[in-house]
């Protein structure tokens, strides 16, 4: 998992703003995800992306987007309409050969609504 | 959709001592249980997961048991050390074949020494 990089480590932001997240792999993972950790909630799933150019909704998607441009990149972008934006964004990717995979984290990013 | 419940949401052992967690699923199509140790602040790390093919799958200190029967599944951890303190997550895979996982709300393990 020492292959996923995220960006920044902290981030803060005022109401009204649009923040975008950074996630690269060099893992060579056809598949990658964005999870929202809450104290208490587990890991809730944002967006996934299967291939290049290709994505789709998770549970709570709602006030986010993303864009899959290039295989080892899925940046996360938590806009305005978020309205409880304040958690800790986890990124990760998996191999998808047909079955599900193990899916390996990077590091976070923690974001606070000022 | 996928529901995965997990218990205890806190649990206290004394080091040496066995602990167990036990998580139970909704979709009988699931096929893929992962288990991921969070440490605080860190990255969730998988430290053992099966497949609905096998029933139970070792690793040192540390197995997972499988009812597929039940839709349950546990975490046994033996000899327990205070660096196994912290937070374990399980999962279970979106129906067959599918690449998303649904993951319970954590067990806060603290051994005490």
């Known amino acids: 998992d020492g292959g996923i990089t995220q960006s920044p480590k902290y981030l803060f932001r005022k109401e009204g703003q649009n923040v975008t997240l950074s996630c690269e792999q060099n893992?060579?993972?056809?598949?990658m995800y964005w999870y929202r950790q809450d104290p208490g909630q587990g890991l809730r799933l944002i967006y996934y992306?299967?291939?290049?150019?290709?994505?789709q909704k998770g549970d709570i998607a709602e006030g986010y987007s993303v864009s899959r441009e290039k295989k080892e990149s899925f940046p996360l972008t938590v806009t305005s309409a978020q309205k409880n934006p304040t958690a800790f964004y986890l990124c990760?990717?998996?191999?998808?050969?047909?079955?599900?995979?193990?899916?390996?984290f990077g590091p976070g990013t923690r974001l606070t609504v000022l | 959709g996928e529901n995965v419940e997990q218990h205890p949401s806190t649990l206290s052992v004394q080091e040496g001592d066995s602990a167990v967690i036990k998580c139970t699923y909704s979709?009988?199509?699931?096929?893929?249980f992962p288990w991921y140790k969070q440490e605080l602040g860190k990255r969730p790390q998988l430290i053992i997961d099966i497949r609905s093919n096998v029933g139970e799958k070792k690793d040192q200190r540390i197995a997972v048991t499988l009812n597929k029967t039940a839709k349950h599944f546990s975490l046994h951890i033996t000899e327990t050390q205070p660096e196994d303190s912290a937070v374990y997550f399980c999962?279970?895979?979106?129906?067959?074949?599918?690449?998303?996982?649904?993951f319970g709300k954590g067990t806060k393990l603290s051994v005490i020494p």
């Open positions: 999962a279970a895979s979106y129906g067959a074949g599918s690449y998303q996982l649904t």
């Open positions: 990760a990717s998996s191999n998808s050969g047909g079955t599900t995979d193990t899916q390996y």
């Open positions: 979709d009988s199509a699931s096929n893929y």
């Open positions: 992306s299967q291939i290049v150019n290709d994505f």
């Open positions: 893992l060579n993972h056809d598949a």
